[in-house]
């Protein structure tokens, strides 16, 4: 198989070190890196603030990266052992966009940037975008002046299948030319000298690099491969607020600004709204500066790494930070968001957004519904506009659905909780008998803190007071949950006669970006929100270092049509988080 550059002319060009592995990478509108390198086993840092992890013995796609010289982020899962990639060089995924970072060995989609493993000689490929073909092209290293000659592009993935490509690409421009049906186009150069050649089609990653030298059997003096070996600059250098491609609410970006660094540190923060641009001052204030012109660095430090003070959060708009220290350069790109301007404004448009999604059968989605999205919408739409007529479709659906399991039952009493009809409260009052009749002994349901959570909230103002203490009682000499989604839902339930330490823990899990969960996603945060508010704790004053609040992190989720992103990558279960959110929204004060 033809290597990532032409493997023959890679021969006559190749650098003075000898190479372990070819490395591409394909951003969003050119190569970044193509060439041979050298890597080693040695662990890696994601610039998550999570520090190096190590990535197993032998080499992997991160390794490779990480010994290219090119910035990049990636979030730690420990679940995996793996980063998920975010961004390389300038590129940062787009959710919007459906277009994220893709990660191939061998033609072959890897297991993950860390965990997949590269043999020497092996390639990597990682490429940038929607692209449904990953497209090769292969063809001679050598060629006469004048004399045509025949290259070839195919879907060079590999199917795992099949364990066959995806064929020839017809329509591919390359050299001047497209290629037929058979995936082949004829070329010819009338003058001598090294030819670069790489082919593009709609819908596609771009090609490798084919090398092909016209009249001259060694192309003498040709101009050499992409990228030579790079040496990474000694020291660590991060840059963990902002995080690459981050959003910020109106009036919730960060007030301070965040990394690791193993020298001085020097940090440039520009930015512009329209046509007004500005750029950081010592004093931690931002003024007025000519469009073009350079930012002059300030100095940032402290004992565990570096960290910048602003005066004042930043105003909506496009802002560039890029921090320097003993040789290495970390730029980070983010904005602030002109809207939903407040919590309100928020809940408002999260409430237009599940009205306008709710489908004609009465069942409210965004996509494809499932009945634990249904429920959610009508809990929440139950609280921020009783009166619609929207929430009486819903919750006419919710009461004609048949509820064979605990969960199902649980969501639909919350949902009916507020409803004054009658139909609606017989239903309700049928629910609540059912979950209290599978009540365990010892005071839980099926000996889970959620499902006796979930149970205490739907048994709220019945007449099943005993099975309330009991439940409430199990919960309070349980362990405390570990994760923030769990603790929310507790301190929801229990409310003021939470165990005090649950706050505590629920505040410690708080991450940089004023969100809830491990990473933070919306629905985490929400929960979090309802429960500190339900046990007395005003959620905008609880504010991480960084000084941004889980109800400013649920804003910077927030699309302009109203609906709620699961996080700043993924938009998954449209109407469950946005719902969620909602609830969030309308139950803080």
Known sequence: MRALVGASVAAA???????????????????????????????????????????????????????????????????????????????????????????????????????????????????????????????????????????????????ATTGADGGPVAGAAVGGATTGPDGRA??????????????????????????????????????????????????????????????????????????????????????????????????????????????????????????????RRLVPGAYELVAASGGRTVTRRFQVAATPSGKATAAAAATRWLRGAQTRDHRTAGSAPSARSTDWAAIALARAAPASAATTRVLARVRATRRGDLAARQRGALALASSRAQPDRRRRRQLQAAIARVQRADGSWRGGRDATAYAVLALRGSRHRAALRSGRAWLRAQPLPGDAERLGVLLWALGRDAPPDAVTRLRALQGADGGFGAPANAQATALAVIGLEAAGVRARSVRGETGISGLDYLRARAARSGRVAYDRRTARTPTLVTAAALLAFVSSR
């Open 13 to 159: 060009l190749a650098v003075a070190a000898p190479a372990d592995l070819t490395l591409r990478i394909e951003g969003r509108s050119t190569t970044l890196y193509e060439g041979s390198l050298r890597t080693s086993a040695a662990p890696v840092d994601g610039s998550d603030g999570t520090g190096a992890h190590d990535c197993g013995a032998g080499a992997s796609p991160a390794s490779a990266l990480a010994a290219s010289g090119q910035t990049w982020s990636g979030t730690w899962n420990p679940d995996f052992l793996d980063f998920f990639l975010q961004r390389v060089g300038p590129d940062a995924n787009d959710p919007q966009a459906t277009s994220y970072w893709s990660i191939l060995v061998n033609w072959r989609y890897g297991a993950g940037i860390c965990r997949a493993r590269v043999a020497p000689g092996g390639e990597v490929l990682l490429a940038y975008g929607p692209g449904a073909r990953v497209l090769r092209l292969d063809g001679p290293a050598h060629a006469g002046v004048g004399e045509p000659f025949t290259v070839s592009v195919r879907d060079g993935w590999i199917r």
């Open 186 to 311: 004829t070329l010819r150069f009338d003058t001598p000298g090294l030819q670069r050649l790489k082919a593009t089609a709609p819908d596609a990653i771009r090609s490798n690099a084919l090398d092909v030298c016209v009249g001259d059997a060694s192309c003498e003096g040709a101009p050499p491969p992409l990228q030579q070996v790079v040496e990474a600059p000694s020291g660590t250098l991060t840059v963990d607020v902002p995080a690459a491609g981050e959003r910020y609410a109106p009036g919730g970006s960060p007030l301070r600004l965040l990394g690791r660094a193993s020298g001085p540190v020097s940090v440039a923060l520009s930015g512009r709204d329209g046509t007004r641009c500005v750029g950081l001052l010592a004093s931690g204030k931002l003024g007025r500066r000519a469009c073009g012109a350079t930012v002059r660095p300030v100095a940032a430090r402290r004992d565990d790494g570096w960290a910048l003070t602003l005066r």
